[in-house]
């Protein structure tokens, strides 16, 4: 089994920074933020730093892309 399990991470060494998170034997956070309209999720969060990483675990590769990144084709 391998469980992928959301976060929201609180950054004390970056100013108290959000990211939205996803760890996996390792964590990924989101790259992409959207602003459509009045929506806008940088007022909380940043993009993430870890690029776009590839867990290898014992049921094969994976990749998590995190809500709106789904619209990016370099997450496909």
């Known amino acids: 089994m391998v ?5 929201l991470e609180r950054d004390l060494k970056h100013e108290e920074t959000i990211w939205n998170t996803v760890v ?3 964590k990924h ?3 992409h933020i959207p602003c459509v ?3 806008n999720e940088s007022t909380y969060y940043l993009e993430g730093n870890t690029g ?7 049921y094969g590769k994976i990749g998590v892309n995190i809500c709106y990144g789904r619209h ?5």
């Open 3 to 7: 469980t992928v399990n959301p976060i």
């Open 52 to 58: 776009h990483p590839v867990f290898e675990t014992a």
């Open 37 to 39: 309209g009045d929506f």
């Open 72 to 76: 990016h084709p370099l997450n496909c």
């Open 24 to 26: 996996i034997i390792g």
């Open 29 to 31: 956070k989101k790259n």
